[in-house]
């Protein structure tokens, strides 16, 4: 009886820690459709401080990737067609379209290869080179890659984690021409 009032114990104990540190990297509030996408603020691979409100007035889509992650990498080719093919349209009420890419590399080095690499030819590319810890993956709940936000000229959240042909489906809901 003991032996099983003192592993409940332990277990109960090392749960409340689990709990509690795995809710520490969450964000307060979940970043859902409809909410307004919170400012990132980081500094591009030349060491520029770039705005995701810079881009207010457009439709972007924010990338979250990292040189290292098979999948992001695989998803790149899409992400660069899109860019592509949107990135000269007209919108029915937006500047036009762009993509914000947040790295959760830590190897700037790897990180810029990685953009040459692939093609990834849009001017916001930003990180905070912390990987995992990144500040900008926690304020939005990030927990896997690759992972986007699709947000309107007004920075709402319309549209999560479109993948291949689904970018397109939600880009062309809100363009009135090619």
């Known amino acids: 009886m003991k032996f099983s009032a003192i592993t409940l114990i332990l277990i109960l104990a090392f749960s409340g820690s689990f709990i509690s540190s795995s809710t520490l990297n969450a964000p307060a509030t979940p970043i859902n459709i409809g909410d307004m996408a919170p400012e990132i603020a980081m500094n591009n691979p030349g060491g520029k401080l770039l705005k995701l409100s810079d881009l ?7 990338d979250f990737w990292a040189s290292w992650c098979g999948p992001c990498r695989r998803e790149n080719p899409n992400v660069v067609r899109a860019y592509t093919k949107y990135q000269k349209a007209k919108f029915k009420d ?5 993509i914000f890419s947040v790295s959760l590399d830590n190897n700037v080095q790897a990180w810029k290869g990685a953009i ?3 093609a990834l030819s849009w001017p916001n590319h930003v990180s905070d080179l912390k990987k995992w810890k990144s500040e900008a993956a926690a304020l939005y709940g990030v927990g896997a890659i690759p992972s986007s936000f699709l947000i309107d000229q007004n920075g709402k959240v319309i549209a999560k984690n479109l993948r291949g042909k689904m970018i397109d489906i939600e880009l062309d809901k809100l363009v009135k021409s090619l």
């Not at 207010?56 to 924010?62: D, E, F, N, S």
């Not at 937006?94 to 762009?98: D, L």
């Open 94 to 98: 937006a500047k036009g379209f762009e």
């Open 56 to 62: 207010k007035g457009k439709v972007v889509l924010i």
């Open 116 to 118: 040459t690499k692939d």
